[in-house]
């Protein structure tokens, strides 16, 4: 969801009352399973004068999908401060899955249901990340708070993009707890990054089991280990 992050890996399951986070065609009579899949090219176009506009068949079947019983959310990479920015566009009636699962949040309210946060020693591994990376940017997301450490051209964009502004800090004084961290590679945000890819794989390699590293385009995604949009939909 949100700019360009993808949810594979997660579950399309039936559950007690069905659950549905975009879906690619209107729904037909009696569908009963839900399908989590991205924003951009799913329920709103993704290029166009119209984009980032969610087409009246598409609002249509999700109010035919609520009324029916069916709940509907978003599930996003988006932080809660940029999917606020969004939000309007979208009706929903169950929480939304934000920062890549690390958050529930009721839109209602404008509060956190559930957070999860990074582990507290995390700092000197993205300080080993950054000296073999160093072209790379960095964002550390707290909540509604994102701090660049290491800013870039497409960092820049990238905040741009989500309507955030850019807080540049020294990572050793961005005080805890850390939702997620963004890496930035110096490729093209939309496109295919062997470099992301190279990223998630060091990440897996040298730190298993701790954490979750999406990648979508030229960004990276990195969340505590559990916490993506599989298990915010759980």
Known sequence: GGETNGVDGTSGEAVSSPLLLGFVRPLTSGQESGRASPIAGAIAPIEGEDAAAVPADNLAAIRYFMEEGGLFTIATGRDPFSYLSIASQFPSNTAAILSNGAVLFDPDTGEDIYESFLPFDCRRGFHELLEKYPAVGMEIVRGTDIRVCGK????????ANMG??????????VMFPWTKVVIIADEELHDENLLAAEICSWLTETFPGKYDAVRAGAIVDITKAGSNKGTGVS
């Open 152 to 159: 870039t051209a497409l960092c820049a964009a990238h905040l």
């Open 164 to 173: 955030a502004p850019l807080m540049e800090a020294d990572m050793d004084r």
